[in-house]
């Protein structure tokens, strides 16, 4: 009896303690997935250097709306393994304009979050891209510097019009400030020459049957990867961890958006090789993102919202890649801007289409909390 008693109580005590095990792995995933949170609070009153690294791994992840530090260190990792010299262009950017911010007393709880680093970051990975000097051009970090300077003024100006309709001002800022500085050089500049950005001038020439269901399949981490101007498939998954360790719901937009963007280039008839790069997927693929559960709190409605989105933006970007190859500029994320904007100001009297108040946008589970709570307090006392 003794003995079966003890058998019992070690079995209920492994039950506990195994129970106990599965409650801890979950609390523990939840400190290093979302926006971390309880790391950022941990760090106010530590050495002003350790919250600097990490408001810069935020600023790097944020180009994808993840502010998440770890998540920085993945996307570093990827942009590592695409081109080193890419991603020191890209931090140096990033702490810079950091730096700038700081320098210019804009809000504090945004440069924390890496809202004053992220467009500086494709800035400063883009003119690394598109430098005609190739890697390693050390003179090309002062131009990164100085134009990394101009994006917090950017994103201040903007700001201040935009918050008249509670709109982000998306990678707007590096647009314009990668555009200016192109304009101002170009592929023919003595010092910082750039690569040569031409309209098509002929009909491809595209055999149906040459397309390849293998390359195909490679576009989607690819198109994922071409948002940080990468090409190369692993870097592309390496970003989608990234993305998967803040929120699934953006994982899972980021790939939905990059397949639409493949279908839209199929469906246009474009070169294949401009497919398998990736072209086609980056700007869809952020428009799916932030429309699917980001700035529009996730319901199967707004899903199909974000759908309708990201199409849109992969035809807009055909137009705008012509149109700015006349001007021989690259088409950067102009149309992800511009469908995106247009498509947060579309004004719907369905309630299961919700625009969340800029201030409280996180990430997508913690967005569509926030709505079904708003959505529970309407319904309990209705104006």
């Keep these: 009896m003794e003995d079966s008693t003890m058998v019992k109580l070690d079995q209920s005590t492994n039950q506990v303690s195994s129970g106990r095990g599965r409650r801890c792995v979950p609390k523990a995933l939840g400190y290093v997935t979302g926006d971390m949170r309880e790391f950022a609070n941990w760090l106010k009153d530590k050495p002003v250097v350790l919250q600097f690294i990490d408001w810069v791994l935020r600023g790097i992840s944020q180009v994808v709306f993840v502010s998440n530090p770890i998540s920085g260190i993945l996307i570093v990792v990827g942009l590592l393994v695409q081109n080193p010299w890419w991603a020191l262009s890209g931090c140096v950017a990033t702490v810079v304009s950091t730096m700038t911010a700081l320098l210019l007393s804009q809000d504090r709880s945004a440069i924390a979050a890496g809202l004053q680093g992220y467009n500086a970051t494709l800035v400063g990975i883009l003119m690394a891209v598109f430098s005609a000097k190739g890697d390693y051009?050390?003179?090309?970090?002062?131009?990164?510097?100085?134009?990394?300077?101009?994006?917090?003024?950017?994103?201040?100006?903007?700001?201040?019009?935009?918050?008249?309709?509670?709109?982000?001002?998306?990678?707007?800022?590096?647009?314009?400030?990668?555009?200016?500085?192109?304009?101002?050089?170009?592929?023919?500049?003595?010092?910082?020459?750039?690569?040569?950005?031409?309209?098509?001038?002929?009909?491809?020439n595209i055999t149906w049957s040459e397309l390849s269901a293998l390359e195909l399949l490679k576009s989607l981490p690819v198109g994922v990867g071409q948002i940080y101007g990468c090409d190369n498939p692993w870097t592309g998954a390496i970003f989608l961890c990234a993305i998967l360790l803040s929120s699934p719901l953006m994982c899972l937009h980021a790939a939905i958006g990059s397949l639409l963007g493949v279908v839209a280039g199929l469906s246009l008839a474009s070169p294949f090789e401009n497919i398998y790069a990736g072209l086609w997927g980056l700007n869809s693929c952020l428009a799916c993102i932030a429309m699917g559960g980001m700035f529009v709190a996730l319901t199967w409605q707004a899903h199909l919202l974000a759908l309708a989105c990201a199409l849109f933006t992969a035809y807009l970007g055909a137009s705008m890649t012509h149109l700015m190859a006349v001007a021989n500029l690259p088409a950067g994320t102009w149309s992800f801007c511009l469908a995106t904007l247009l498509f947060l100001l579309l004004t719907t009297k369905n309630p299961n289409i919700y625009r969340m108040p800029l201030s409280k946008v996180t990430f997508p589970e913690e967005n569509r909390i926030f709505y079904l709570q708003a959505k529970k307090r309407m319904v309990e006392s209705p104006v």
């Design 137 to 204: 051009f050390w003179w090309l970090l002062f131009p990164v510097s100085i134009m990394s300077m101009t994006c917090p003024i950017f994103s201040s100006a903007l700001c201040s019009v935009f918050s008249k309709w509670d709109l982000p001002v998306f990678t707007l800022p590096f647009n314009m400030a990668l555009s200016m500085y192109l304009s101002a050089t170009g592929h023919y500049n003595l010092f910082f020459p750039s690569v040569l950005f031409k309209p098509a001038t002929s009909v491809p």
